[in-house]
Nanobody
Framework: QVQLVESGGGLVQPGGSLRLSCAAS????????MGWYRQAPGKQRELVAS???????VTADSVKGRFTISRDNAKNTLFLQMNSLKPEDTAVYFC????????WGQGTQVTVSS
């Protein structure tokens, strides 16, 4: 089965930007649904954005207009461009394939703080 490895997290000031990457161990061309989730301390994991193989996207209201999900099938990579970051965006961000009962990466920490 496919393995997912996230990268690109870190510490950023409010208003800053980060780009998360999720590298898959094999082709993602045929993976119909991929997404980014996040989990803040003491909170449940929540969907940030998802994208289908036809590049149809769904974005959570809390990040709409600031975050953009995309996929590069040729590079077997999923991306999350995060702009205008806020302290409430602080969380561990997880890459996912095949939905919530599917495959997860190990997560990457994003901390937004001055």
């Amino acid at each position: 089965q496919v393995q997912l490895v996230e990268s690109g997290g870190g510490l950023v000031q409010p208003g800053g930007s980060l780009r998360l990457s999720c590298a898959a161990s094999r082709s993602i061309f045929a993976i119909n649904l991929m997404g980014w989730y996040r989990q803040a301390p003491g909170k449940q994991r929540e969907l940030v954005a998802s994208i289908t193989s036809a590049s149809r996207t769904v974005t959570a209201d809390s990040v709409k207009g600031r975050f953009t999900i995309s996929r590069d099938n040729a590079k077997n990579t999923l991306f999350l461009q995060m702009n205008s970051l806020k302290p409430e965006d602080t969380a561990v961000y997880f890459c996912n394939a095949y939905g919530i009962n599917g495959i997860w990466g190990q997560g990457t920490q994003v901390t937004v703080s001055s």
